[in-house]
């Protein structure tokens, strides 16, 4: 690479002050100073780093005992202790937000303008909006200098070179999971288009704001600087962005089978500040063979109820059929309020005649199915309540009510395996957490997903043998048998060491202000069985994740928040002298 006469002494400079570095130390940046420097760029424009830093250091906000000297010796390239490099690191991030705020952000609009989610019948990686958002990132890369390739159009990575053996992965995800777009609408009334960015206030409302292009953007905006600035690096960077992330989740797994596997991984796909466990996923698939109703009364000739397993839904609907449909419509508005009474008042039970029929709606409030604890499941609601009309209202049994007797038996609106008897928890990871997420049905078969995240504690192997002992007790008993499908993974834990962990857990917890410990997900990642990986960002844990949700949003001070300690995090850890 040919670098100018003037950058190759900074840049000399710069690589000897690595060999200084011992324990990671604070930038002496206060969160004030922060909001400070930002608020005098604010209407400015500037060229580079070294402009940017020219003018802050001539500014007040520079006159004092870190600050100032710190720049200053940037600028002279001398040699900077540990202190003055973290607080460069730190300035560089928020150079990022100034440079390239506005740009990032009208990127993230146009990553979420192209619906990267599963389409039944069609390979995802033979989806034509897969094809698009590559061209995309293949374009954005080769105008900001840095490497693509397209695997198979199943993973794209995009690299950044520096020197030695060792490569840090950056992984995020291009796929996102299905919507609803009749169920986005704010309170007021307003309606959303899930694939159109929309800012309302601070809020960013889109697909994928939050989980997760909103981590490619950043992370490619990372690279571009530090490209741009010619920062050397004692390390590559890889970032891998992930097509099957939220269904499959084979296309890391086939790159791997290509490629080799980074030295260290860190996902933007989670929580911050650094997070070193994660529940294992599983799923307990249950399917119902659909059979002739029996008996008197209306028929539930079908239901819904989430369009993946790993996200609650706002709503679940079923569709009755009656001879007086009215009739049933009245009752059945009745036992709901009644239903919703006894059972926390936070969900709603409606029924109104449509033709001959009549639509049944639980509405409750969606989520992550990783957190069930911060939604109302509707889907869980909506079966439990079908079981208990028996006796209030007439219906035929056929493999709805089947399944409906199978959910209210065994899982219940617990969302904590206690109805069924298997929950478990962990000091540190949390709670075994277990919730109905996903009905669908064929010609053939109802099926219905129960969504498990696993702590540690408790083999998959053993959990899997209690679930499935209880669940055939049960069968035997009612006479219901569904074919049973069990998938429970592993969970992580991990206790890394080194100054990249202590690194990542200063530049997070810094800029953030969170307590300086590691943190625990419910949520697996594409890092979950890679060497050296942990999450890192971009959820604060401390705020309801939106991903998965209807609605979903990402702020833009928290997007630039974002882009700022991704920036600052790939120059300190891009330039340890030693992980």
């Given at each position: 690479m040919n670098f100018p006469l003037?950058?190759?002494?900074?840049?000399?400079?710069?690589?000897?002050?690595?060999?200084?570095?011992?324990?990671?130390?604070?930038?002496?940046?206060?969160?004030?100073?922060?909001?400070?420097?930002?608020?005098?760029?604010?209407?400015?424009?500037?060229?580079?780093?070294?402009?940017?830093?020219?003018?802050?250091?001539?500014?007040?906000?520079?006159k004092t005992d870190d600050l100032g000297p710190a720049i200053q010796a940037f600028l002279d390239n001398k040699r900077l202790s540990t202190e003055q490099q973290n607080t460069i690191h730190r300035l560089l991030g928020l150079y990022a937000r100034v440079k390239y705020g506005n740009a990032a952000t009208e990127t993230l609009r146009e990553l979420v303008a192209i619906p990267t989610f599963r389409v039944d019948g069609v390979a995802q990686h033979e989806n034509p909006e897969f094809i698009r958002i590559a061209d995309k990132l293949k374009g954005l890369t080769q105008a900001f200098n840095l490497n693509f390739r397209n695997i198979d159009n199943r993973v794209y990575e995009i690299s950044l070179d520096g020197s030695g053996d060792e490569v840090v992965g950056i992984h995020a995800h291009a796929d996102v999971v299905p919507v609803t777009p009749?169920?986005?609408?704010?309170?007021?009334?307003?309606?959303?288009?899930?694939?159109?960015?929309?800012?309302?206030?601070?809020?960013?409302?889109?697909?994928?704001?939050?989980?997760?292009?909103?981590?490619?953007?950043?992370?490619?905006?990372?690279?571009?600087?530090?490209?741009?600035?010619?920062l050397p690096l004692a390390r590559h960077f890889k970032l891998l962005v992930d097509t099957t992330e939220e269904t499959s989740g084979d296309a890391i797994p086939y790159y791997f089978e290509h490629n080799p596997v980074p030295n260290y991984n860190l996902?933007?796909?989670?929580?911050?500040?650094?997070?070193?466990?994660?529940?294992?996923?599983?799923?307990?698939?249950?399917k119902f063979t659909r059979r002739q109703a029996e008996g008197q009364g209306a028929e539930i000739t079908s239901m819904t109820g989430g369009m993946a397993s790993n996200q609650i839904p706002s709503t679940s609907v079923a569709t009755l059929v009656s001879d007086h449909p009215a009739e049933l419509a009245a009752s059945l508005r009745q036992a709901g309020t009644d239903y919703a009474k006894r059972n926390g008042g936070n969900f709603e039970v409606s029924a109104k005649v449509v033709g001959h029929e009549v639509k049944l709606t639980v509405t409750g409030v969606s989520a992550h199915s990783s957190e069930p604890e911060s939604g109302v499941n509707p889907v869980a609601r909506m079966l439990d309540f079908i079981n208990s009309l028996d006796g209030k209202v007439a219906l035929k049994h056929n493999q709805i009510t089947d399944a409906a007797r199978y959910a209210a038996d065994n899982w219940g609106l617990d969302y904590l395996g206690g109805k069924l008897g298997v929950g478990f928890s962990d000091v540190f990871m949390g709670p075994l957490t277990a919730s109905p997420t996903y009905v669908g049905m064929?010609?053939?078969?109802?099926?219905?997903?129960?969504?498990?995240?696993?702590?540690?504690?408790?083999?998959?192997?053993?959990?899997?043998?209690?679930?499935a002992d209880k669940l055939m007790a049960w069968s035997q008993k009612t006479r219901i048998a569904p074919t049973l499908d069990y998938s429970i993974a592993e969970p992580m834990y991990r206790n890394p060491e080194g100054e990249w962990v202590k690194?990542?857990?200063?530049?997070?917890?810094?800029?953030?202000?969170?307590?300086?410990?590691?943190?625990?997900?419910?949520?697996?990642?594409?890092?979950?069985?890679?060497?050296?990986?942990?999450?890192?960002?971009?959820?604060?844990?401390?705020?309801?994740y939106t991903g998965h949700t209807d609605n979903e949003f990402k702020t833009v001070e928290q997007f630039l928040l974002d882009l700022q300690i991704v920036t600052e995090m790939m120059g300190r850890i891009g330039q340890l002298p030693k992980l």
């Open positions: 003037k950058q190759l002494v900074t840049t000399s400079l710069m690589l000897a002050s690595l060999s200084s570095f011992a324990m990671p130390a604070d930038a002496n940046v206060t969160p004030q100073q922060n909001v400070a420097i930002l608020g005098s760029f604010r209407n400015a424009s500037v060229t580079d780093f070294r402009q940017f830093l020219g003018r802050l250091g001539k500014s007040d906000l520079a009749e169920n986005w609408v704010l309170k007021d009334g307003t309606r959303l288009d899930p694939f159109k960015l929309t800012l309302i206030g601070d809020r960013m409302y889109g697909r994928g704001t939050e989980d997760d292009k909103n981590g490619i953007v950043v992370a490619l905006y990372a690279m571009k600087i530090i490209k741009e600035e010619q996902a933007l796909d989670g929580g911050y500040p650094v997070v070193i466990a994660e529940k294992g996923y599983g799923t307990v698939m249950a064929d010609e053939t078969t109802f099926k219905l997903a129960v969504n498990l995240r696993v702590p540690k504690g408790k083999s998959p192997q053993v959990l899997k043998s209690e679930i690194a990542l857990l200063a530049v997070a917890s810094e800029n953030l202000g969170m307590e300086h410990k590691f943190g625990t997900s419910a949520g697996a990642t594409s890092v979950h069985e890679l060497p050296n990986g942990v999450q890192f960002g971009l959820a604060r844990p401390e705020v309801k």
